[in-house]
């Protein structure tokens, strides 16, 4: 089955600044990339996803990047601000399978 | 429309009890997963059910944790003696169409087991 390792697991950073935090995935077959933002006590929310046959997708501020030959993908978010304090997970699978969760990166934006 | 919704919001029980949890998913919505949240962890799977298929079981963690799924629809989680180790959050979601779109979450049972 897939396997998504998750790196880091905790990120400070000072507001303004950019994060980035990266995901790798063992099955090759895989072809759906999302990432899910959690903040506290509230439930996983789907931020940005991309699929295999791209390379990179933005959405204003964030960003994701998939790398197929090494098999990895990446988050990016520019211009921090408090409110991207929260859980990020990101996720792999192929077609119809289940989906794949990484352990989650705690980001927090410094003031 | 109605997003997820799962009930009880809360429930805590003692040990050795059983306990069930229930899954409302969106509304034509063919996939529903369960995971388990223990505090300030990460997502563990449980169960997914996509449409007939047989369910994916393999993330049930003993054979105290069962699930159903009843006309493609509703879910019931059942944890059996229960024990302190299983308290956590219980967070239920659906997709219209695995594989295809978004996973969307219930806002989840917090189990607490004393």
């Known amino acids: 089955g897939e396997n998504v390792e998750q790196h880091p697991s905790t990120l400070s950073v000072q507001e303004g600044d950019s994060a980035v935090i990266k995901c790798t995935y063992s099955d090759s077959a895989s072809n759906y990339f999302p990432w899910y933002k959690q903040e506290l006590g509230k439930r996983p929310q789907l931020i940005i996803d991309?699929?295999?046959?791209?390379g990179e997708k933005k959405d204003q501020r964030i960003a994701v990047t998939l790398n197929k030959t090494a098999k990895h993908f990446s988050l990016h978010i520019t211009e921090t601000q408090p409110e991207d304090s929260a859980v990020y997970f990101c996720?792999?699978?192929?077609?119809?399978?289940?989906?794949?969760f990484g352990t989650g990166t705690r980001l927090t934006i410094i003031p | 429309g109605a997003g997820v919704s799962q009930s009880p919001s809360n429930k805590v029980t003692e040990k050795g009890k059983d306990v069930e949890l229930r899954c409302d998913p969106i509304?034509?919505?063919?996939?529903l997963y369960w995971y388990r949240q223990s505090l300030g962890q990460g997502l563990e799977f449980l169960i997914y059910?996509?449409?007939?298929?047989?369910?994916?079981k393999s993330g049930l963690p003993s054979d105290r944790f069962s699930a159903e799924r009843t006309g493609g629809s509703v879910s019931t989680l059942t944890i059996q003696r229960t024990q302190q180790e299983d308290s956590a959050v219980y967070l239920c979601?659906?997709?219209?169409?695995?594989?295809?779109?978004?996973?969307?979450f219930g806002p989840g049972t917090r189990l607490t087991v004393l």
């Open positions: 991309i699929r295999s046959n791209v």
């Open positions: 996720a792999a699978r192929e077609g119809n399978e289940k989906l794949t």
């Open positions: 979601a659906s997709e219209i169409l695995a594989g295809t779109d978004t996973q969307y």
């Open positions: 059910f996509q449409g007939n298929s047989a369910p994916d």
């Open positions: 509304s034509g919505h063919t996939a």
